[in-house]
């Protein structure tokens, strides 16, 4: 998903920039993602976000989702052949009808302009949760844009 993209990104520019670094790049991501804001997911705000953010809501089923993301952004790969892309992301309740408990997943992913490529799924309580539920259910975790 969005690791092969970076690297892909990389490989195709490699003769500008140093070699791919997987914990490099994802600490470069996970300082930008540290530093984002969170807006209402209604109301004014850029087009090219927005169109891009209401499909990954679709995606995602627009019930529970408590907040977006969308001033931050990251140059892949390092080096003068490159390209910015926006860092898109989703705060999503989820709620567990059987076991009548919640839990909020953080959806980040990077706008290419034609694609929202995954990047991080961030979760309160933490991923073993996921794991433990139930997938196809309508409130259970869905992949986006794979």
């Not at 920039?17 to 790049?25: A, G, I």
């Not at 926006?86 to 567990?96: F, N, T």
């Not at 034609?114 to 259970?140: M, S, Y």
Request: aromatic share 8%; charged share 25%.
């Amino acid at each position: 998903m969005g690791t092969d993209f970076i690297a892909d990104a990389y490989a195709e520019g490699s003769r500008w920039h140093e070699p791919y670094e997987l914990e490099r790049v994802r600490a470069r991501i996970v300082k930008e993602i540290g530093q984002a804001r969170w807006y209402e997911p209604r109301g004014m705000m850029p087009m090219s976000p927005a169109l891009m953010l209401q499909a990954i809501a679709e995606e995602l089923g627009s019930a529970g989702i408590e907040a977006v993301s969308y001033d931050r952004f990251i140059t892949l790969p390092d080096g003068p052949e490159r390209g910015t892309y926006s860092l898109l992301g989703v705060r999503k309740r989820y709620r567990d009808s059987k076991a009548g408990g919640t839990w909020l997943a953080h959806h980040w992913c990077l706008d290419t302009g034609v694609a929202a490529v995954p990047i991080l799924l961030d979760t309160e309580p933490p991923a073993v949760t996921i794991l433990k539920h139930r997938q196809g259910e309508p409130d259970g975790p869905v992949s986006i844009g794979s």
